[in-house]
């Protein structure tokens, strides 16, 4: 059970006290003792210290990188792609894809408060995210991807899990795609 971190009253002693509960505003329509109000600020204070995990994380770091994949793999042939040094990390994933080569074009690594947009150029391509919240070990991130036309690639909430890559693709041309390879840790204040 989770107590209030903050309890608010309007002032009104007696007649309609106001207190948020969980985030949850609460009218009580009934006379609201002074022994419950004290109870309720001892209870908030001594409780206060149990942060959720909005409340625990003020930023998320965030790590894109854009992946050229080259040289489709035609029908079912056999292939052992190559696949950059720098790209060891998901090399598993990558080996998954239809493609013979795999190369680093950028990468960028930068810290977003929770709630606040960020925007960046990678590879000629715009993305923005904006950390939504960090839940159960979870970052929920949304995602918003256009390419170097300014097309549409991917809308969406994600839910990542730190420390595991996740990769989003679209084809670039008839013999080449981008790959972006996002990685989010959250971050203590």
């Given at each position: 059970m989770e107590f209030p971190r903050h309890v608010a009253f309007n002032g009104k002693s007696?007649?309609?006290?106001?207190?948020?509960?969980?985030?949850?505003?609460?009218?009580?329509?009934?006379?609201?003792?002074?022994?419950?109000?004290?109870?309720l600020l001892g209870?908030?204070?001594?409780?206060?210290?149990s942060?959720?995990?909005?409340?625990?994380?003020?930023?998320?770091?965030?790590?894109?990188?854009?992946?050229?994949?080259?040289?489709?793999v035609r029908d079912k042939e056999e292939v052992h792609p190559h696949i950059q040094d720098e790209l060891s990390d998901i090399s598993k994933?990558?080996?998954?894809?239809?493609?013979?080569r795999f190369l680093l074009m950028?990468?960028?690594?930068?810290?977003?408060?929770?709630?606040?947009?960020?925007?960046i150029q990678l590879a000629g391509h715009r993305l923005t995210v904006r950390p939504m919240a960090v839940e159960q070990k979870k970052v929920a991130l949304f995602l918003y991807w256009q390419d170097n036309s300014g097309s549409d690639v991917l809308k969406s909430k994600l839910?990542?899990?730190?420390?595991?890559?996740?990769?989003?693709?679209?084809?670039?041309?008839?013999?080449?795609?981008?790959?972006?390879?996002?990685?989010?840790?959250?971050?203590?204040?």
């Open positions: 007696g007649l309609s006290e106001v207190f948020a509960l969980n985030s949850v505003i609460t009218t009580v329509k009934r006379p609201f003792r002074r022994s419950a109000a004290i109870l209870l908030a204070s001594l409780f206060g210290d942060a959720t995990a909005e409340e625990r994380y003020s930023d998320v770091l965030v790590s894109v990188r854009a992946v050229r994949a080259e040289d489709p994933k990558l080996e998954k894809l239809p493609y013979k950028s990468k960028e690594r930068f810290s977003v408060p929770l709630m606040k947009k960020h925007q839910y990542l899990m730190p420390g595991e890559s996740m990769l989003a693709g679209t084809d670039h041309s008839s013999d080449s795609g981008i790959i972006m390879a996002i990685d989010v840790t959250p971050v203590e204040p």
